[in-house]
């Protein structure tokens, strides 16, 4: 029934994301939609209550002056019931808005963050300063024997699969950023942070640091390589081509 409304809600605003975020920064990922969504409805839910207030607050300045009529302006004691539910009605409304942006942000949280779904493959992450190493398997799919394949700054991926990932850091603190995916997790030094993605547009995307790591921060970019079955085969036929980095 929550996922129903969830859904509900969602398509309302989708458009709204699309237009405002989809259409400058590309989807790229299966709950990218989702991130754009809960960011639309925020920005409408905020701008409308914005908006109304400024020209209510306008309005009344104009409405209200003084006319120079030597009129006195009428005391209100704010207590009176036809008065009061000019506070009472936006308010209520208001608070409605509150829970609906509050009940949007648990299910996109719960959704992408608490609910790992079953992956495809797993892909380890290892942030030092100012570089990215990535960790694939190899034709087994599994992580830690000899077939795996290590890269400097490009993480190589399948499109429609999804793959769970280990997020190391060799140092300080660091953000594994993937824009078109909305994804963004930290790196935090000794432990290990999961999580996972799936691509749904084959291409290749930027991977940027968002954590201010030092100062080589700005150059600690790497890219991420989304490709069909047939290149993932090619590429991973290749083997280890790649090197980790080293400090």
Same mark, same amino acid.
């Given at each position: 029934m929550l996922q129903g409304i969830y859904d509900f809600i969602k398509g309302i605003f989708e458009p709204f994301g699309e237009y405002l975020i989809a259409s400058n920064v590309p989807v790229a990922s299966s709950f990218a939609d989702d991130i754009d969504s809960l960011i639309a409805l925020i920005t409408v839910f905020v701008g409308f209550w914005a908006l109304l207030a400024y020209a209510a607050f306008f309005f009344l300045i104009f409405r209200f002056r003084d006319r120079g009529d030597g009129q006195r302006a009428q005391y209100v004691t704010g207590e009176e019931k036809d008065l009061k539910r000019w506070i009472?009605? !936006?308010?209520?409304a208001i608070i409605v808005c509150d829970l609906v942006i509050v009940f949007m942000a648990v299910m996109v949280w719960y959704n992408i963050k608490q609910r790992l779904p079953e992956a495809d493959s797993t892909v380890r992450i290892i942030s030092q300063q100012w570089a990215w190493n990535f960790v694939h398997p190899g034709p087994d799919n599994e992580l830690d024997t000899d077939d795996d394949i290590t890269t400097f700054n490009e993480l190589h991926v399948e499109v429609g699969k999804t793959y769970h990932y280990e997020l190391l850091s060799k140092d300080v603190l660091h953000d594994f950023s993937v824009p078109v995916f909305r994804l963004k997790q930290d790196a935090i030094p000794g432990r290990v942070?999961?999580?996972w993605f799936e !691509?749904?547009?084959a291409g290749e995307w930027d991977i940027q640091c968002a954590e201010m790591c030092g100062i080589g921060h700005g150059i600690m970019g790497a890219r991420i390589v989304v490709e069909t079955p047939e290149e993932h085969a090619a590429w991973m036929s290749q083997g280890n081509s790649?090197?980790?980095a080293s400090r």
């Open positions: 009472t009605y !936006p308010h209520a942070m999961k999580g !691509p749904t547009v790649g090197k980790l």
